[in-house]
């Protein structure tokens, strides 16, 4: 598909959502938890779930089609509520609309720095922990970064706490134990985070799911971003503050080589 | 325009503006703060501004072409960030989207019932000020209002205070003044706002804008929604109380028949 009409409410609401998943030599990576994300995310707003052989086919057109069956490649599906409703409220019988795209994966993008930024996640709501077509504060907290200097966003939530960067999770090390927000702070339910908790796990380290102020990342002894795309991505300094190499993140980078 | 590219930012992340208007017999209504507003949000944005005489052409199409010139209609305007970039960063040239589109208006929906949900504003997000195209929080309120038997939402912000409906300004009358919350508090500042506003100006009434908790309505003497396309709608009910009815809703109403 390379078009959609004007009345989609993904379009014109951003009544949706998506995915973001790695290929490589055509294999989506880690496709039955994405699978298992996009359902959830359907029951979560109220859509319909999109039949897994249907997803799959998508899949695997929009990759060959994009001539990317060798190597590395991006895919992106997206399943939006699909068209109909002027205003607010849907059709009685919904009908979304899959779209699969598959572009040349982003290059490694080395390590980050962050920014922290004024635009907060709002854990109130249920698309603060989705990934949604509704993503405008992501794209507004990456911009905030970028102006700053920043390679990517710190983002709070709405009570001050610790939650993400503008698209990827965020782990610290502190007390030799590992740190990531918890998802009630209004933090997507990262495929990548849960591999780094299950790694984590089997290398026999502590995982703390915190709900804690930026304070918390003063006495980091290393920071780390986590996504689909990215893998495991050390951050170097927030804020400009220089952060510490920590073992145990090329120790995770290691045991994750399978899925990134 | 009745399709748009499947890698428009508008759909796949929510990057882009609207605006909704009524238009009696032919004519967009408010024409000039609509223009005006959707201006400040693109400036807010980071996006090019639309062309006023492009509007206009595309406005007066939209209508033309569903049939609308005569009686009342309602007009979308769209305003994507146009197609590009894979993530989030924007491409270094943007080539906005405008899309169109008229239906019929609404019937007058009578007198509004509200129920208070659980999502709330998030005033540290500049997309809670405007009407973006990430609008999945007004339709979860929405929602969730109608599974609880409302008509409508009250949304408070995530400080508690009173913000605004799903699809609408709040206004309540409360020791003969007249309340709304402050634009501060993660609300739009809607066209038909300011005309009330102003209505209350001229018949002497003191307005306070206000950043108050939910209990600021317990000793309400009358509310009301306002958008372009409700016009004043009365608010009967808020959480199953009822609340009285007050002669200065319909004073308003009377004020404002130019433009509702």
Redesign the interface.
Known sequence: ???????????????GL?ETLLVRDGEPVLWAQHLARLSAACAA??LPTPAPGELMDAARRAVADAGLVAGRA?L?M?W?AGSGG?????PAVLAPRL?A?A?PA?PPAGSASLSTV???R?A????SRLK?????????A??EA?AQGGDEALMLN?DGHLACA??ANLFWIAGERLHTPRLACGVLDGIMRGQVLAAAGALNVDVIEAAEGPGALGGAQGAFLTSSLIGLRPVVRIDGRALPDHPLVAALQAALRAVT
């Open positions: 598909m390379t078009a959609v009409p004007t009345d989609d409410r993904g379009l014109l609401l951003g009544d998506f707003l109220g991006a992106r997206t939006t002027r205003g607010l409220e849907r779209i795209s572009s982003p004024a635009i907060r709002n109130t709501s249920p698309a949604t077509l509704a993503y405008l504060d992501n794209v507004l990456r911009r970028a709405t503008a698209a």
